[in-house]
């Protein structure tokens, strides 16, 4: 439990209420600067606060396994424990968790997402590389998908169709996130591009470390932003089987991660030296480009199929 409150000692503190917990989780999740969007201003508002539970715990998840100085994994497995005695009906001690019980018992939600997030953060402290693709959509499969998962099933969907298509949005946007960081994840020791990819276009780690920006690099960027292009433009197939309330959202973190590697193409794949990023004037343009797509119908209840 000590290894908890050092990360952030304000979490622990007794008897607060359900609204001050939501309150937290809101404030944390405002807090942290994104590339998409975590809340738009168009969700319902009576939905927002499980969102800014769901980000809330995703958020101090990832803390933990990267803001503490030492005993990430000892303080990993302690926040599991308390999770799961959130799922056994007791009370938690974390103000997050307080949110999160009350978000869960409202949409029937299971452990099984929260776990897997869990999990992603202890492979972080394992695994600084991925040796093939399949390993590294494994990897998203804990880290990225459990999100979209339980974003659904805050609003009604729990079907397997619009689960795989929601993991092909959320392993998109995880790997354009990889894609779009090379440079800073290396910084880190953490390499995302996967060996065998490197070996097939005669790139290495060595290369890398050097940031030779050349025509095996171009060529191996290229083929990772199709692959993450493939599954974000699949993804889309899942707007037209949502209810009108979230629709623009999910399309806008769709069209997001899309203009990121339209900015990585446009740049020539040079991640090693510029960053591509979307300015406060192309995420206006998205919001509204999608505003104007969204049914006149939006203030209707549409129930989920």
């Known amino acids: 439990m000590e290894k908890l409150k050092d990360l952030n000692p304000e979490l622990y503190q007794k008897n607060r209420t359900l ?76 103000s997050i968790l307080v949110a999160l019980r009350d978000t869960v018992k409202k949409h029937s939600l299971t452990a099984e997402p929260f776990r897997k997030l869990i999990e992603a953060n202890r492979m972080d402290q394992l695994n600084h590389s991925y040796e093939t693709y399949e390993d590294l959509l494994e990897y998203c499969d804990h880290s990225a998908n459990p999100v979209g998962r339980v974003f659904l099933g805050i609003f009604g969907y729990n079907d397997e169709r619009r689960n795989k298509l929601s993991d092909k949005t959320c392993t998109g946007l995880q790997l354009t996130n990889f894609w779009q960081d090379v440079d800073r994840d290396e910084k880190m020791g953490r390499v995302y591009l996967p060996e065998e990819d490197m070996e097939r276009f005669g790139y290495s780690r060595k290369l890398l470390e050097e940031r030779e920006y050349n025509e095996g690099f171009v060529k191996l960027m290229e083929f990772e ?81």
């Open 19 to 94: 609204e001050e917990a939501y309150k937290i989780c809101r404030d944390i999740s405002t807090g942290h600067y994104e590339n998409f969007t975590v809340v738009s201003r168009l969700m319902p508002a009576e939905k927002r606060k499980y969102i800014y539970a769901l980000y809330a715990f995703s958020r101090y998840t990832d803390d933990l396994g990267d803001e503490l100085e030492e005993g990430n994994l000892e303080a990993l497995n302690l926040w599991e424990e308390e999770l799961m005695r959130l799922f056994r009906g007791e009370e938690p001690n974390n």
């Open 225 to 305: 932003v199709s692959r993450a292009r493939k599954l974000l433009e699949k993804g889309l197939e899942l707007v037209p089987l949502l209810d009108s309330r979230i629709k623009m959202d999910v399309r806008l973190f769709n069209q997001g991660g899309l203009r990121i590697l339209d900015k990585i193409e446009e740049e020539e794949y040079d991640v090693l030296h510029k960053r591509p990023t979307l300015s406060r004037g192309e995420k206006v343009w998205l919001f509204f480009s999608n505003l104007l797509k969204r049914p006149v119908r939006r203030f209707v209840d549409e129930k989920p199929a």
